[in-house]
């Protein structure tokens, strides 16, 4: 059993491997640096992550994400700001960790984990467009037809080896199988080497070549909080979806602290920053990748190819990676929130879309971040909605008001209009045993009750409050009996 686990690590980290490199290479120009960069970031990133995270079988490497937001300081400040960025970032990265904030992450709603797998499963298939180009010009006649049969080749493969046997990931299978038919065929279509040239030696520990100063801290420090925020908000949420699959549990803290360690040696080793991939993580599970040994295979492949095999590793037709890319894409849509759609309240469904299209269109971290606030604001809205309050008056002529639900800064409104200090009798009490008070707002409106009764020269007696709360009225400096 143990060997068949291990076979199955090395096989589907082998398989990572192939969809890591046009991926990192294509990221890397995207943020106009070398190719090599975003390999050796790749190479370094996803093993260390691997030997050293909180996730067996995830995959991190040089991710699209982290390239759109470093694009503008290359372009303005070089390559040696960005490595000093990757450093800075990785540190960011590493004290989220220690401070064992990745439980945050179960912060985020459902609907919006559902918006995020379905934006980006589309951002997968739409990068895979590029490859579809010749310069700035869409492909026609017989190479547009060469690629389009050739994917066709691919997927097909992928669908349907594993109807007949399981022993090999599929996606393996299709890779080599359609890189070879090509060669032997002389077929005409472009490969790995058309999108560059990835022969390199070893990375080279090397610092930064910037002045260390004040003026340097002020051009990276905005870039390497958002690199790592965005790094740290994409790992997590993999980490999360990663869980799911696997029914098992990875520790989000380890994660983010390995992640800012790799990070860190990448940036002083003269590769990219990155973080989780899900395209890739989805590849290696998919293809039985379970274990810390599939992630190590992933990223030592990648160095392998570059020292040793990058003549036949740049033979490997584009149309064979681009097939299996649109499999992981449409393996990775969640499909069922589009069933479910006219089930879940309505709220939930905008969410889903919401942080999908946001997702397309902008980027990870202000997706997330919108369906967080748009979850949350429902959340305070309906809670606000279940408060209500029942009245009547006792024998010796006074009103009890018992009220029910949960007293926070959205349901203040609908708290104080329960009452009724213009004709409530003199003596007036409120019994609180069915109310939580959860922040500020609502010691402040049992004041603001108080006021009103006493303005109307009345007097509210207040019972049942709970111990949390009467620290809070404490803490306020405000009276009781």
């Not at 390239?67 to 004290?95: K, N």
Request: charged share 10%; glycine share 10%; with cysteine.
């Amino acid at each position: 059993m143990k060997a068949k686990r291990l076979r199955a690590d090395v096989l589907a980290g082998l398989t990572t491997s192939f969809a890591l490199l046009p991926e990192c290479i294509a990221f890397a120009l995207v943020a106009h640096l070398n190719p090599l960069m975003g390999l050796y970031g790749a190479f370094i990133i996803c093993t260390l992550t691997a030997l050293f995270g909180g996730r067996p079988g995830m995959i991190s490497g040089a991710a699209g994400s982290m390239a759109v937001v470093i694009v503008a300081l290359v372009v303005q400040h070089g390559v040696q700001y960005l490595l000093a960025t990757v450093l800075m970032g990785g540190l960011i990265m590493m004290a989220f960790g220690l401070l064992k904030l990745g439980k945050l992450v179960r912060m985020v709603p459902h609907p919006v984990m559902l918006g995020f797998v379905n934006g980006l499963a589309i951002i997968i298939a739409l990068a895979q467009l590029e490859h579809f180009k010749s310069g700035e010009a869409w492909l026609s006649g017989t190479p547009l037809y060469m690629m389009i049969g050739l994917v066709a080749v691919t997927m097909a493969v992928v669908y349907v080896l594993p109807r007949l046997t399981r022993t090999v990931p599929p996606a393996l299978v299709a890779i080599l199988g359609v890189g070879l038919a090509v060669y032997l065929l002389g077929l005409p279509t472009r490969t790995l080497g058309d999108l560059a040239h990835i022969a390199g030696g070893l990375p080279s520990l090397t610092l930064p070549d910037i002045p260390w100063n004040l003026d340097t801290l002020r051009i990276i420090a905005p870039y390497a909080i958002l690199m790592a925020l965005v790094g740290l908000l994409e790992t997590l949420l993999t980490l999360n979806l990663t869980d799911e699959i696997t029914e098992s549990r990875g520790y989000p803290d380890r994660e983010c602290v390995a992640l800012g360690a790799a990070n860190l040696v990448s940036g002083a080793f003269g590769g990219m920053g990155g973080c989780a991939m899900i395209g890739q993580t989805m590849i290696n599970l998919s293809s039985g990748g379970r274990g810390r040994l599939s992630g190590m295979v992933a990223g030592v492949s990648i160095l392998l190819f570059i020292l040793f095999l990058s003549p036949l590793i740049e033979r490997i037709p584009l149309a064979a990676l681009v097939g299996v890319m649109f499999v992981v894409a449409q393996q990775t849509f969640a499909w069922a929130s589009l069933r479910v759609m006219n089930k879940v309240p309505l709220n939930d469904a905008l969410v889903i879309i919401a942080v999908t299209v946001i997702t397309v269109f902008t980027d990870l971290a202000i997706a997330v971040l919108c369906g967080i606030i748009i979850a949350a604001l429902n959340f305070a809205w309906q809670q606000a909605r279940q408060l209500y309050a029942d009245s009547h008056l006792e024998t010796d002529g006074s009103k009890l008001y018992r009220v029910h639900g949960t007293l926070f800064f959205a349901s203040t409104t609908p708290f104080l209009n329960q009452f009724d200090p213009a004709n409530d009798p003199a003596q007036v009490t409120l019994d609180c045993q069915h109310l939580s008070f959860v922040d500020y707002s609502a010691i402040a409106a049992l004041g603001t009750l108080r006021e009103r009764y006493n303005k109307a020269g009345k007097h509210l007696r207040v019972l049942h409050l709970s111990e949390r709360c009467k620290k809070l009225l404490k803490r306020a400096r405000m009276q009781h009996d």
